[in-house]
């Protein structure tokens, strides 16, 4: 599994065009050849770039949901909404499908944000006020989600 790392601040072209900066790019040459998938969020306004082999893996998980429960395939309809492969080209460039920067108010400064085995694409303005909400308490939702996780009588912290 890809871990990445960083926050990346780039610009996009009237075409749609992202030229991966150069720190990221290093981080993803193992899966450049492969291609990926972009789709919306489904938490924020933002998009997600999946290397093809995280994106086979997330799709292995789906592909065992049962689709003749209703609340699974409106599920799988929605996750999968706007799908699209792409691939880095020559240049060094992604191109970003005009539905998807519609969907997800794509202008012409953008942030990509690494998500562990994903890239986030995000406007910069959002991705700002994203981090800026007042009404998230980051040290909460850290022990909600990580504090119960040191159940390792090694571990230090």
Request: hydrophobic share 40%; proline share 4%; with cysteine.
């Given at each position: 599994?890809?871990?990445?790392?960083?926050?990346?601040?780039?610009?996009?072209d009237?075409?749609?065009?992202?030229?991966?900066?150069?720190?990221?790019?290093k981080?993803?040459?193992?899966?450049?050849?492969?291609?990926f998938?972009?789709?919306?969020?489904?938490?924020?306004?933002?998009?997600?770039?999946?290397?093809?082999?995280?994106?086979?893996?997330?799709?292995?998980k789906?592909?065992?949901?049962n689709?003749?429960?209703?609340?699974?395939?409106?599920?799988?309809r929605?996750f999968?909404?706007?799908?699209?492969?792409?691939?880095?080209?020559?240049?060094?460039?992604?191109n970003?499908?005009?539905?998807?920067m519609?969907?997800?108010?794509?202008?012409s400064?953008?942030?990509?944000?690494?998500?562990?085995?994903?890239?986030?694409i995000w406007?910069?303005?959002?991705?700002?006020?994203?981090?800026?909400?007042?009404?998230?308490?980051?040290?909460s939702?850290?022990e909600?989600v990580?504090g119960?996780?040191?159940n390792?009588?090694?571990d230090?912290?």
């Open positions: 599994m890809l871990n990445l790392i960083g926050v990346h601040e780039c610009k996009m009237a075409k749609g065009r992202v030229m991966i900066p150069s720190g990221l790019k981080q993803l040459l193992p899966v450049l050849e492969k291609g998938v972009i789709k919306r969020s489904v938490f924020q306004k933002c998009l997600e770039l999946y290397p093809m082999d995280e994106w086979q893996s997330v799709m292995s789906v592909n065992r949901l689709r003749f429960v209703k609340k699974n395939n409106d599920f799988i929605m999968t909404a706007g799908v699209k492969i792409i691939e880095v080209d020559a240049n060094g460039r992604l970003i499908p005009k539905d998807l519609l969907y997800s108010n794509l202008k400064e953008l942030v990509l944000s690494s998500a562990v085995g994903i890239v986030e406007d910069k303005n959002q991705y700002e006020e994203t981090l800026e909400n007042p009404e998230m308490d980051f040290g939702l850290a909600d990580m119960s996780l040191n390792d009588l090694n230090l912290s």
